[in-house]
């Protein structure tokens, strides 16, 4: 079965702060992407890489930046975290000849 | 702008009872609708999709039915089980034709089973 890990599972951040998370997949898939869920919003894409060193924006990627310094790895950075960025965050992943996403367990991010 | 428009936001029904929830879309050229299934403290897993051509797709005890000249399309979950109970979402995209296939993803459906 598929696998995407995300790290940390939650954290608690400053606003003005900045916050890092990770993602890892076993899947040897070639695209990734980061989507953030708000009641009421569904999941919403911020970034997304289809391959290593390369990241492409989403629908809503003003406040975040993303890193793909391998196939395996898939980092959202928020360089000032504001309380608006409160969400939980979503990575997945897929092969490029199929359109199903994996996703992982999610990190649950809140800026105070 | 919503583009995939979900209904209801949440719905209640008996186990046994069949659970209907709907889905609407406005780009003509999305060809491609998974339904995803989230349960609390999970990440969203694919559950059954339907491509454009398709009027019908069954798995099991779920459903979806597909207009494209109305752009509506809903799922049916038959028999519900209190297992069923999860929040449900509604996407789509151009497929994968276009660039970084990008699902856009309705608001949900919070589906509560009762025994």
């Known amino acids: 079965e598929a696998a995407v890990t995300q790290s940390p599972r939650s954290k608690v951040a400053v606003t003005g702060g900045k916050v890092t998370l990770s993602c890892h997949q076993t899947n040897n898939h070639d695209y990734m992407y980061w989507y953030r869920q708000d009641t009421g919003h569904g999941l919403r894409l911020i970034h997304y890489s289809y391959v290593a060193d390369s990241t492409e924006k989403g629908d809503i990627p003003d406040g975040y930046k993303a890193s793909r310094p391998s196939q395996e790895n898939f980092s959202l950075i928020l360089e000032l975290a504001s309380l608006s960025q409160t969400a939980v965050y979503f990575c997945a992943s897929r092969e490029t000849a199929n359109e199903r996403l994996f996703f992982g367990h999610g990190t649950k991010l809140s800026v105070l | 702008q919503q583009q995939v428009r979900q209904s209801p936001q949440s719905l209640t029904v008996w186990e046994g009872e069949t659970a209907i929830l709907n889905c609407s879309y406005e780009?003509?050229?999305?060809?491609?609708f998974p339904w995803y299934q989230q349960f609390p403290g999970e990440g969203p897993a694919l559950l059954i999709s339907i491509r454009s051509v398709s009027d019908k797709k069954e798995d099991g005890r779920f459903t979806i039915f597909f207009n494209k000249r109305e752009k509506k399309l809903s799922l049916h979950i038959t028999d519900s089980q209190p297992g069923d109970s999860a929040t449900y979402f509604c996407?789509?995209?151009?497929?994968?034709?276009?660039?970084?296939?990008?699902?856009?993803f309705g608001i949900g459906t919070r589906v509560l089973v009762r025994p």
């Open positions: 996407a789509a995209s151009e497929g994968t034709n276009s660039a970084g296939n990008k699902l856009t």
């Open positions: 780009d003509s050229t999305f060809n491609y």
